[in-house]
């Protein structure tokens, strides 16, 4: 199996099926867990060395961090509803809990950051859908921490593609700091599959070829980018959900596409 691959497994006491941490991906800066809750069971988290960008990616939870409480958030079915997650940002070394009302699939995505910033709830207002690419290269995206709200490092991002659809893509990439012309940064994504028995598959390769993986992914299953151009491709039939969550040196995203494949921007 892909040393980039992450499959998930049995949920441990605290509910998590899945963890990727520095040290486990080789890297610095992100983090990322998936925790499943049943009704009225609580995950509790704190991080001392790292701010926390809470994603309820499926269900209703009430959320609490630090001396604020932000009541019920979240509310969708499935990751495919045509609806925003509930979201909280939660500075380092502040506590939080999150208590399920119903089942709820949890995201935690977390970057290098210092205590003393304040908790806020990320509303679905500032969350709102776009498409991006035309024909088979459409997709639909919603940031949920974008580089133009307050964090430090992190930065996190949902997108559906549609079965026979391709995404990240052209290839592109974000590992080299240029000022101006490329940041730095690591990433993961979290999949999931519409009907939940599909596959989708992820190429991870860079200009020499030193790296160049081609991954078949399955539901939940993530894939580790340290490096290298990551284009996502939809097999018809099944839709392809997938949470990003980046973080490098500078919190800003600038990529570069592949220049064999850039001509397809250019197309009329």
């Given at each position: 199996?892909?040393?980039?691959?992450?499959?998930?497994?049995?949920?441990?006491?605290?509910?998590?099926?899945?963890?990727?941490?520095?040290?486990?991906?080789?890297?610095?800066?992100?983090?990322?867990?998936?925790?499943?809750?049943?009704?009225?069971?609580?995950?509790?988290?704190?991080?001392?060395?790292?701010?926390?960008?809470?994603?309820?990616?499926?269900?209703?939870?009430?959320?609490?961090?630090?001396?604020?409480?932000?009541?019920?958030?979240?509310?969708?079915?499935?990751?495919?509803?045509?609806?925003?997650?509930?979201?909280?940002?939660?500075?380092?070394?502040?506590?939080?809990?999150?208590t399920a009302a119903n089942a709820v699939e949890l995201a935690l995505c977390t970057a290098p950051g210092k205590p003393g910033?304040?908790?806020?709830?990320?509303?679905?207002?500032?969350?709102?859908?776009?498409?991006?690419?035309?024909?088979?290269?459409?997709?639909?995206?919603?940031?949920?921490?974008?580089?133009?709200?307050?964090?430090?490092?992190?930065?996190?991002?949902?997108?559906?593609?549609?079965?026979?659809?391709?995404?990240?893509?052209?290839?592109?990439?974000?590992?080299?700091?240029?000022?101006?012309?490329e940041t730095a940064l690591e990433e993961t994504y979290y999949h999931r599959l519409n009907p939940p028995q599909g596959f989708?598959?992820?190429?991870?390769?860079?200009?020499?070829?030193?790296?160049?993986?081609?991954?078949?992914?399955?539901?939940?299953?993530?894939?580790?980018?340290?490096?290298?151009?990551?284009?996502?491709?939809?097999?018809?039939?099944?839709?392809?959900?997938?949470?990003?969550?980046?973080?490098?040196?500078?919190?800003?995203?600038?990529?570069?596409?592949?220049?064999?494949?850039?001509?397809?921007?250019?197309?009329?």
């Amino acid at each position: 199996m892909s040393k980039l691959l992450v499959r998930p497994h049995a949920p441990d006491p605290s509910g998590s099926v899945l963890e990727i941490t520095p040290q486990s991906a080789g890297w610095t800066h992100v983090g990322f867990r998936v925790i499943k809750l049943a009704a009225g069971e609580t995950f509790d988290g704190a991080e001392p060395g790292r701010e926390t960008c809470v994603v309820v990616m499926s269900g209703t939870a009430e959320v609490t961090a630090g001396d604020l409480s932000f009541g019920a958030i979240g509310g969708r079915t499935s990751v495919f509803e045509d609806k925003a997650p509930g979201a909280v940002y939660v500075p380092a070394a502040t506590t939080y809990a999150v208590t399920a009302a119903n089942a709820v699939e949890l995201a935690l995505c977390t970057a290098p950051g210092k205590p003393g910033g304040r908790a806020r709830l990320i509303a679905e207002v500032d969350m709102p859908r776009e498409t991006r690419g035309k024909g088979t290269n459409t997709r639909l995206v919603r940031n949920i921490l974008p580089e133009t709200a307050p964090a430090e490092g992190l930065l996190v991002v949902e997108v559906i593609t549609p079965g026979g659809h391709w995404s990240s893509y052209p290839p592109h990439k974000h590992d080299t700091a240029a000022e101006g012309e490329e940041t730095a940064l690591e990433e993961t994504y979290y999949h999931r599959l519409n009907p939940p028995q599909g596959f989708a598959f992820q190429r991870v390769y860079t200009d020499d070829r030193s790296l160049d993986e081609t991954v078949c992914v399955q539901d939940g299953d993530v894939v580790m980018v340290p490096r290298g151009y990551h284009p996502v491709g939809a097999p018809h039939g099944y839709d392809l959900y997938y949470l990003n969550v980046m973080a490098g040196p500078h919190r800003k995203w600038i990529f570069r596409n592949d220049p064999a494949h850039d001509w397809i921007m250019r197309q009329a």
